[in-house]
């Protein structure tokens, strides 16, 4: 697994996608309510998760700040 992440937000379409590793791949399952698991075809593993409606969900929070896109490098 990479530790490298991905965080990709659409403003126009309120899309939020964070991910793991190099984007392969794949394809959206939906899990409901505006949240879908991003699986790669080959493995059939979770890389990563998406939010449609993002925005208008954390409308109201105080400490919700973006700026996207970003890349980042994730160390254990």
Same mark, same amino acid.
Not at 8 to 27: A, R, V
Not at 50 to 67: E, N, Q
């Given at each position: %697994?990479?530790? #490298?992440?991905?965080?990709?937000?659409? #403003?126009? *379409?309120?899309?939020?996608?964070?991910?793991? *590793?190099?984007?392969?791949? &794949?394809?959206?399952?939906?899990? *409901?309510? &505006?949240?879908? #698991? /991003?699986?790669?075809?080959?493995?059939?593993?979770?890389? &990563?998760?998406?939010?449609? &409606?993002? /925005?208008? /969900?954390?409308? *109201?929070?105080?400490?919700?700040?973006?700026?996207?896109?970003?890349? %980042?490098?994730?160390?254990?």
């Amino acid at each position: %697994m990479s530790n #490298e992440l991905n965080i990709y937000y659409d #403003e126009e *379409g309120d899309f939020l996608e964070i991910s793991s *590793g190099k984007y392969t791949d &794949g394809y959206f399952k939906n899990l *409901g309510d &505006g949240i879908f #698991e /991003r699986i790669d075809k080959a493995t059939n593993k979770v890389t &990563g998760i998406a939010v449609h &409606g993002f /925005r208008k /969900r954390t409308k *109201g929070l105080k400490d919700v700040k973006l700026s996207l896109p970003v890349k %980042m490098q994730l160390t254990s």
